[in-house]
């Protein structure tokens, strides 16, 4: 079992910036990592994902705005949220797959969730 933890939110102005750290309690090595988010009463939806390869990919509703990252020596998943924006309130995951590739949608192992709340 893999365990997750998401730290880095609160809450942040419009424009303004927040950080979100996941510590991974494996090496990073050889696995699909993402970060999600979640709005009450809806499914999740996919924000960024970086996988073993480090090559990136994000949703369009992020792009130019956020930067997803890792650093293997601390075993740690970034989020880095730039320019935010009201509808960015939401509950944000990360996740983790041993999988090379992030193509399959799905992932075995979640953190708990960090709540990030943009004012405006």
């Known amino acids: 079992q893999v365990q997750l933890a998401e730290s880095g939110g609160g809450s942040a102005e419009a424009g303004g910036s927040l950080k979100l750290s996941c510590v991974v309690y494996?090496?990073?090595?050889?696995?699909?990592l993402g970060w999600f988010r979640q709005f009450p009463g809806q499914e999740r939806e996919g924000v960024a994902t970086?996988?073993?390869?480090?090559?990136?990919t994000y949703a369009d509703f992020v792009k130019g705005r956020f930067t997803i990252s890792q650093d293997k020596a601390k075993n740690t998943l970034y989020l880095q949220m730039n320019s935010l924006k009201p509808e960015d309130t939401a509950m944000y995951y990360c996740?983790?797959?041993?999988?090379?590739?992030?193509?399959?949608?799905?992932?075995?192992?979640w953190g708990q969730g960090t709540q990030v709340t943009v004012s405006s």
């Open positions: 494996v090496a990073l090595d050889g696995y699909c």
């Open positions: 970086i996988d073993a390869t480090t090559r990136t």
């Open positions: 996740a983790a797959e041993y999988l090379t590739y992030c193509t399959s949608g799905s992932y075995k192992y």
